[in-house]
């Protein structure tokens, strides 16, 4: 026994077997109507510039009329003229077919990337009736056909000790190994392209026995067209809202993650009723095929606007800064927000403004309104105070220091609000010693400091800035005494 699963792990590919080799045949079931189903282009030369191509007859090309889909006529011959008969595409609705001078056709037949199942009824005025059930693909050019991915291939053998090969596409066998935990061979990474694919696998034994088995799988990666969303009210009231629009036939229709409309093979529209809360409602559509590949997002925002608005203030208590940046929230994107009279800048719920402070005691207040008229102000104090000062620095500038001797870098600093301050060292732009509250360190240069060093000591109360003094030194050699 030799049997094929392909799996798919990421959800982004589908693998779908070929059910039927071969398009065409009689169907006759003990009726009074034969019928030849035999699937046609349109009439005329095939496309030149066809993207997509069609198996299972022929492999005709036809035009394409919509994304990931083309449409065809399906012409075939019936020997009852009287006859009705009708198409359905993948399981969905039943078209009649226009029957005359012994043969009928059903126009504007859409089929969609990847395999289609199309079924042929045909009904006589007896009601002796017949039936034909093909599977034709719509695929792309081989033209069009790089290698999009590799994918692991697993066999089922009944025989552990035997060999076994797998090739896609015409392509080089890959062997197949014995998985020992699941008793299955897999072949790793074969390559596979968008579209159909054909597998070939072959089992040998010790024998020499073989046995091989030919599978037709398909690969979709490509996302489907992005979803549109029809007129919506920015602003409401209401605790739920339908929300409406169209997409891709064969297209499943995802709100926020949640889907809201399976897959359909026809349907073009949908329609989803959504729940509402106070603010900002976002909400990210997006449509997924069958495969699973998801569209582009489709985003809309609507708000309620019930209540005064939820607001958040971003501000120290002190600052040594001006202007000061004040930051913060609402709950809708919608609010308008001034600080201390001024326009806050917006990007979509947060805000931002500067302010200018003065030394001493300040207040901000910011007054948030929503697109109703509601407010909600609020005040925060903010104190502006000094960046520390620097009274004196050792070493003095020019001063000369030996190489291998200790020497003491320290710094007397004040601050105005008798906050305290810490200390940093950079020795040439690089840090000697990070911020500490111990105002001398000691420093012992060595022979690969010889020449002009710069020396800054900076100081800070963490309050916003730093105050700075540089320095220059030398370092040289230690004298040799005779």
């Not at 126009?107 to 093909?134: E, M, W, Y």
């Not at 081989?142 to 066999?155: E, I, Q």
């Amino acid at each position: 026994m030799l049997a094929h699963a392909v799996p798919s792990t990421n959800g982004s590919v589908t693998l779908l077997e070929e059910t039927t080799a071969s398009a065409g045949g009689l169907i006759g079931a003990g009726t009074s109507t034969t019928l030849v189903a035999i699937l046609g282009v349109p009439v005329g030369a095939p496309a030149g510039d066809a993207n997509h191509q069609l198996f299972g007859a022929g492999g005709q090309e036809a035009p394409q009329a919509a994304e990931g889909s083309v449409v065809v006529d399906v012409v075939s011959t019936i020997d009852d003229p009287a006859a009705s008969v009708t198409l359905s595409v993948n399981g969905v609705g039943e078209q009649p077919a226009v029957v005359a001078n012994g043969q009928f056709t059903v126009a504007g037949v859409r089929l969609h990337f990847g395999p289609n199942t199309l079924r042929v009824a045909a009904a006589d005025q007896d009601n002796n009736s017949a039936s034909k059930t093909i599977t034709v693909y719509v695929d792309v050019p081989s033209a069009r056909k790089p290698v999009s991915l590799t994918r692991d291939v697993v066999l089922t053998i009944d025989d552990s000790l035997a060999t076994a090969t797998v090739s896609a596409n015409d392509g080089p066998p890959i062997t197949a190994t014995r998985d020992q935990a699941s008793g299955r061979f897999i072949a790793k990474a074969v390559p596979l392209t968008q579209g159909r694919n054909k597998l070939v696998s072959t089992a040998t034994d010790q024998d020499n026995n073989s046995a091989g088995k030919t599978v037709f799988v398909f690969v979709d990666t490509s996302p489907p067209p992005r979803p549109t969303v029809g007129v919506t009210p920015s602003v409401t009231t209401g605790t739920n809202i339908t929300l409406t629009g169209t997409k891709a036939a064969g297209t499943s229709l995802w709100i926020n993650g949640s889907r809201v409309a399976s897959v359909s093979l026809e349907a073009t529209t949908w329609s989803a009723t959504v729940p509402l809360v106070e603010g900002d409602n976002e909400f990210a559509v997006v449509a997924k095929d069958a495969a699973g590949n998801a569209s582009a997002e489709n985003r809309v925002n609507v708000i309620v606007d019930t209540l005064p608005p939820v607001l958040t203030i971003n501000a120290p208590a002190k600052t040594n800064l001006s202007p000061l940046t004040v930051t913060g929230t609402v709950d809708d994107s919608l609010t308008t927000v001034t600080v201390n009279g001024q326009p806050a800048a917006r990007t979509r719920r947060a805000f931002s403004a500067s302010v200018n402070l003065v030394e001493g005691p300040n207040s901000v207040t910011v007054i948030a309104t929503s697109p109703k008229g509601y407010a909600t102000t609020k005040t925060v104090p903010v104190i502006r105070g000094t960046i520390p000062t620097i009274q004196s620095v050792q070493p003095l500038d020019g001063k000369k220091f030996y190489a291998g001797s200790p020497t003491t870098i320290q710094a007397i600093a004040t601050d105005k609000e008798n906050d305290p301050v810490t200390f940093q060292v950079l020795l040439d732009g690089a840090i000697l010693v990070d911020w500490t509250a111990n105002a001398s360190q000691t420093w012992t240069p060595t022979l690969a400091d010889r020449g002009r060093r710069t020396v800054e000591i900076r100081v800070q109360d963490g309050f916003g800035g730093y105050t700075s003094k540089q320095v220059s030194v030398y370092v040289i050699r230690m004298p040799v005494r005779p």
